[in-house]
């Protein structure tokens, strides 16, 4: 299983070269304990998107959260990110965040939701994503989910995106999961719907 997966993983990174119709997305993420008593920890991420293969979006963040009961986490975040439009523009945001995660006898249910302030342009962005878990073996899972998102919210509200998500999580060792998965990514432009294929792989390190 774990070279089938390492195979899968290393042609995904050969996708921006030739994947001319699709988007590639790559993260990777860490948590470390700041106050293993308190449950607090210190979260950072690192996104970088891929569209004929060029680099055109890079997103750096860092957040604390805190784990309350076994179920829920809130956090706090802070984003700097970059979009090239000809050059690169930088951008700044932060967002509260807080996840739920609730297991049942055969499948688990976990979601996300983040309350954006995006500075750069004076607007305000929420979304919700909702996931089904289904366990293939212990260290296997699949999952499918959907992740809205509302834009102004105080100046004429209106819902602008979605993205419909399937894929597996996959936990290698104690403290590295490695998450591959499909998203069909859909954004409202002039009233219209348009349609994008991403393939999205996250590496998730607990320190």
């Excluded at 997305?25 to 920890?41: D, M």
């Excluded at 700097?80 to 996840?99: A, Y």
């Excluded at 739920?100 to 342009?121: I, M, N, P």
């Excluded at 834009?151 to 996959?170: I, K, Q, R």
């Amino acid at each position: 299983m774990k070279r089938v997966i390492l195979i899968v993983y290393l042609l995904i990174l050969a996708l921006p070269a030739w994947a001319r119709n699709w988007e590639y997305y790559f993260e990777y993420k860490g948590s470390a304990p700041l106050n293993k008593k308190q449950r607090v920890f210190l979260k950072l991420k690192e996104e970088t998107r891929y569209k004929d293969g060029v680099n055109y979006y890079r997103k750096s963040s860092f957040g604390l959260s805190k784990k309350i009961g076994s179920n829920l986490e809130v956090s706090l975040f802070y984003a700097f990110k970059e979009k090239r439009k000809g050059g690169w523009n930088k951008l700044h945001m932060f967002w509260p965040q807080v996840d739920y995660k609730r297991s049942f006898k055969k499948f688990a249910l976990a979601s996300s939701t983040k309350f954006e302030r995006h500075c750069y342009s004076n607007t305000y962005k929420f979304r919700e994503k909702l996931k089904i878990i289904l366990p293939v073996n212990k260290k296997l899972k699949f999952f499918i989910g959907d992740e809205g998102r509302l834009f102004s919210l105080f100046d004429n509200p209106y819902f602008g995106e979605n993205e419909a998500l399937c894929g597996f999580d996959a936990k290698l060792f104690k403290d590295f999961a490695l998450e591959i998965y499909y998203d069909l990514r859909r954004i409202k432009s002039a009233g219209n719907w348009q349609n994008t294929n991403c393939l999205r792989t996250v590496m998730d390190f607990k320190f």
